[in-house]
C-alpha cells in the first residue's frame, strides 16, 4: 500500500511591487528646458534619460532662484529689445528706427542708430557731460563687440512676444544698435518671466564692472535699496538692515556704509558725479569732515564746496581714470641686488656688563691714544665697514688691557 506523502508548504514568494519612477523638479527643469529647443550637452542628455535626480537631497535646493529661475538663449530682432529708464545705464534715445528723416530732426535726446552715435543734449542739461563720456565708452565696447562678438548675452525678460525689457547690459545694446541697426537678430538671454528683483540683479551686475562710474553704482543702489524696502522696514535695526543688504546685494561692509552715506546727500553732489569728478573716497572723506567739523551746516559747506570744485577754486581727482591692462602696464623696474643691506648709522659692538671698564676707557679716552695698532689719521672715515672693523679692534684691546689689569 502506497501512503501519498503531501509535500511541505513552500514559502510563497512576496509579489514583486513595479515602481514608476517619478520626474523630479530638476529633471522636469531639464524636460522643459528640452521643450523650449535649448541646446544640451551630452552630459545632461544622458543624467536627463536616468533617474540621477530622483534623491530628495538633490532636489532640495531647486526652489532658489539658481535652478527654479527659467530663461533661453534665442535670436531675437534687436527692435523687439527695450531700454528701461529705472536702469542706472539708460540713455534718453531717440525712436528713429533707422529714417534719416527723423535722425536729422532728432533734439534735446541721444541719437543712437546704425553708424551714428550723438550726444544731442542741451549743454546745460544736468546728464550732458555724463552722457559724452558714456558714448565713448560705448563706442569703445562697439569695437570690441566687432572683433570679439558678445560674450555675455544682454539679458532681458519675455513681457509679450514682441517686447523685451533689458535687465541687464544696455550699453551691449546700445553698442550693437550702433554697429548693426535695429533689424539684425542677435542671441539673447531671456527670462521666460520678470525676476523677483530685477533692480538688485541690475546693481549686482554694475558692482562687479571696473569700469562702471561711480554715478552709475549709486544709482543702481538707490534702484535696488528702493526695490528691497519690503524687506528693510523703518524699525529694522541697523544692523539687520546692514546684514539683510549684504546679503541681498553682496557688498562689504565698508561699501555699504559709504553708499549709504553718499546717497543721503546725492542732491548736492549729483554735479560732480555727472560731471565725473572726484572718486568715491574722496567725496566720503569730504562729507565725514563735514560732519565733523560743522554737523549743522554739512548741506550748505558742501553745496560751497561743489561750486568751488566745479570752478576750478578747488583741485581734486577726475573719477574713473582709464583702466590699466597687464599689456599697457609698464614692467616693474628690478632692484639692483646689493651684498646685504646699505648701512645708514654706525654701532658699537656689544660690551660686557659685568666689565664696565672698556666703555669706561672708551669714554675717558680718545681713540687715537689706544694703541691698537690702528692708523687713525689715515682711517677712511667714509668707509662704514672699515670704521667699525677700527673701532672692533680699539674695543678689543681695551678689553684685553682691562683683563692683564684686572689679573696683577
Request: proline share 6%; with cysteine; glycine share 4%.
Given at each position: 500500500?502506497?501512503h501519498n506523502?503531501?509535500?511541505?508548504?513552500?514559502?510563497?514568494?512576496?509579489?514583486?511591487?513595479?515602481?514608476?519612477?517619478?520626474?523630479?523638479?530638476?529633471?522636469?527643469?531639464?524636460?522643459?528646458?528640452?521643450?523650449?529647443?535649448?541646446?544640451?550637452?551630452?552630459?545632461?542628455?544622458?543624467?536627463?534619460?536616468?533617474?540621477s535626480?530622483?534623491?530628495?537631497?538633490d532636489?532640495?535646493?531647486?526652489?532658489?532662484?539658481?535652478?527654479?529661475?527659467?530663461?533661453?538663449?534665442?535670436?531675437?530682432?534687436v527692435?523687439?529689445?527695450?531700454?528701461?529708464?529705472?536702469?542706472?545705464?539708460?540713455?534718453?534715445?531717440?525712436?528713429t528706427?533707422?529714417?534719416?528723416?527723423?535722425?536729422?530732426?532728432?533734439?534735446?535726446?541721444?541719437?543712437?542708430?546704425?553708424?551714428?552715435?550723438?550726444?544731442?543734449?542741451?549743454?546745460?542739461?544736468?546728464?550732458?557731460?555724463?552722457?559724452d563720456?558714456e558714448?565713448?565708452?560705448?563706442i569703445?565696447?562697439?569695437?570690441?563687440?566687432?572683433?570679439e562678438?558678445?560674450?555675455?548675452?544682454?539679458?532681458?525678460?519675455?513681457q509679450?512676444?514682441s517686447?523685451?525689457?533689458?535687465?541687464a547690459?544696455?550699453?551691449?545694446?546700445?553698442?550693437?544698435?550702433?554697429?548693426?541697426?535695429?533689424?539684425?537678430?542677435?542671441?539673447?538671454?531671456?527670462y521666460?518671466?520678470k525676476?523677483?528683483?530685477?533692480?538688485?540683479i541690475r546693481?549686482?551686475?554694475?558692482?562687479?564692472?571696473?569700469?562702471?562710474?561711480?554715478?552709475?553704482?549709486?544709482?543702481?543702489?538707490?534702484?535696488?535699496?528702493?526695490?528691497l524696502s519690503p524687506?528693510?522696514?523703518?524699525?529694522?535695526?541697523?544692523?539687520?538692515?546692514?546684514?539683510?543688504?549684504m546679503?541681498?546685494?553682496?557688498v562689504?561692509?565698508?561699501?555699504?556704509y559709504?553708499?549709504?552715506?553718499?546717497?543721503n546727500?546725492?542732491?548736492?553732489?549729483?554735479p560732480?558725479?555727472?560731471?565725473?569728478?572726484?572718486?568715491?573716497?574722496?567725496?566720503?572723506?569730504?562729507?565725514?569732515?563735514?560732519?565733523?567739523?560743522a554737523?549743522?551746516?554739512?548741506?550748505?559747506?558742501?553745496?560751497?564746496?561743489?561750486?568751488?570744485?566745479?570752478?576750478g577754486?578747488?583741485?581734486?581727482?577726475?573719477?574713473?581714470?582709464?583702466?590699466?591692462?597687464?599689456?599697457?602696464?609698464?614692467?616693474?623696474k628690478?632692484?639692483?641686488?646689493?651684498?646685504?643691506?646699505?648701512?645708514?648709522h654706525?654701532?658699537?659692538?656689544k660690551?660686557?656688563?659685568?666689565n664696565p671698564?672698556?666703555?669706561k676707557?672708551?669714554?675717558?679716552?680718545?681713540f687715537?691714544?689706544?694703541d691698537?695698532?690702528?692708523?687713525?689719521?689715515?682711517?677712511?672715515?667714509?668707509?662704514?665697514?672699515?670704521?667699525?672693523?677700527?673701532?672692533?679692534?680699539?674695543?678689543?684691546?681695551?678689553?684685553e688691557?682691562?683683563?692683564?689689569?684686572?689679573?696683577?
Amino acid at each position: 500500500m502506497t501512503h501519498n506523502k503531501s509535500e511541505p508548504n513552500k514559502p510563497t514568494k512576496p509579489r514583486k511591487r513595479r515602481n514608476v519612477a517619478r520626474a523630479s523638479s530638476q529633471q522636469q527643469l531639464i524636460n522643459d528646458l528640452k521643450d523650449q529647443s535649448v541646446p544640451m550637452g551630452a552630459k545632461a542628455e544622458k543624467l536627463a534619460a536616468s533617474n540621477s535626480f530622483t534623491s530628495k537631497q538633490d532636489a532640495s535646493h531647486l526652489d532658489e532662484p539658481l535652478f527654479a529661475d527659467k530663461f533661453s538663449l534665442e535670436h531675437i530682432i534687436v527692435q523687439r529689445i527695450s531700454p528701461q529708464e529705472d536702469n542706472a545705464r539708460f540713455l534718453p534715445i531717440a525712436t528713429t528706427l533707422g529714417d534719416a528723416d527723423k535722425i536729422a530732426a532728432a533734439t534735446d535726446c541721444v541719437v543712437c542708430d546704425k553708424g551714428i552715435l550723438e550726444n544731442r543734449l542741451a549743454k546745460d542739461h544736468p546728464r550732458y557731460a555724463e552722457v559724452d563720456a558714456e558714448i565713448a565708452e560705448i563706442i569703445s565696447l562697439s569695437r570690441s563687440i566687432k572683433r570679439e562678438g558678445l560674450i555675455h548675452p544682454i539679458t532681458v525678460w519675455r513681457q509679450t512676444t514682441s517686447s523685451y525689457p533689458i535687465l541687464a547690459g544696455h550699453r551691449r545694446y546700445y553698442a550693437v544698435l550702433f554697429l548693426y541697426g535695429h533689424l539684425v537678430s542677435i542671441r539673447i538671454k531671456i527670462y521666460l518671466k520678470k525676476p523677483k528683483r530685477p533692480q538688485v540683479i541690475r546693481f549686482m551686475e554694475n558692482n562687479l564692472r571696473q569700469d562702471t562710474s561711480f554715478y552709475d553704482t549709486l544709482r543702481s543702489y538707490e534702484f535696488a535699496i528702493t526695490e528691497l524696502s519690503p524687506e528693510l522696514p523703518a524699525d529694522l535695526p541697523p544692523i539687520e538692515r546692514l546684514k539683510r543688504v549684504m546679503e541681498f546685494l553682496g557688498v562689504g561692509k565698508t561699501t555699504y556704509y559709504r553708499l549709504n552715506k553718499l546717497l543721503n546727500y546725492k542732491s548736492i553732489l549729483e554735479p560732480l558725479l555727472a560731471a565725473n569728478v572726484g572718486n568715491q573716497t574722496e567725496l566720503y572723506n569730504k562729507v565725514i569732515e563735514l560732519e565733523k567739523t560743522a554737523p549743522n551746516e554739512v548741506d550748505a559747506q558742501l553745496t560751497q564746496w561743489v561750486n568751488d570744485v566745479l570752478s576750478g577754486a578747488v583741485d581734486i581727482s577726475v573719477e574713473a581714470p582709464e583702466q590699466e591692462t597687464p599689456s599697457s602696464r609698464p614692467a616693474p623696474k628690478k632692484a639692483k641686488r646689493t651684498s646685504g643691506r646699505v648701512r645708514k648709522h654706525y654701532s658699537i659692538p656689544k660690551l660686557p656688563v659685568s666689565n664696565p671698564e672698556p666703555i669706561k676707557q672708551l669714554v675717558s679716552r680718545g681713540f687715537a691714544s689706544i694703541d691698537c695698532g690702528v692708523d687713525w689719521d689715515a682711517l677712511d672715515y667714509g668707509d662704514v665697514t672699515k670704521v667699525q672693523e677700527a673701532l672692533e679692534v680699539a674695543i678689543q684691546k681695551l678689553v684685553e688691557q682691562s683683563k692683564d689689569k684686572n689679573s696683577m
